[in-house]
């Protein structure tokens, strides 16, 4: 009688293309350069002032922002500007 064993592990959602290549959040980074770090740390800033903080895909150049609340939209060319709007509206990091 053999037994098989095998040290695959399943497929999951994280293994899909678009977050193999991304690396902003790997360990390697200093915390502040730390694009989708940052970006989930104000968008949930956002998130508690009441707004939704959006993002453009990284992967496709440039990357533009865009703040939203009661169907009003700002637009942020950087994330130093998200920053600044977010203090703006009272919201905390």
Known sequence: ?????????????????????????????????????AFATLAAGYALAGHALHRSDPNDGAVTYWVERWGLVRYLPTIDAVRQFLEQIGGRL
Request: net charge negative.
């Open 1 to 37: 009688m053999t037994h098989i064993t095998t040290k695959e592990k399943a497929p999951s959602a994280c293994d899909a293309e678009g977050f193999q290549n991304d690396t902003t959040n790997d360990l390697n980074f200093p915390t502040g350069h730390r694009e989708g770090k």
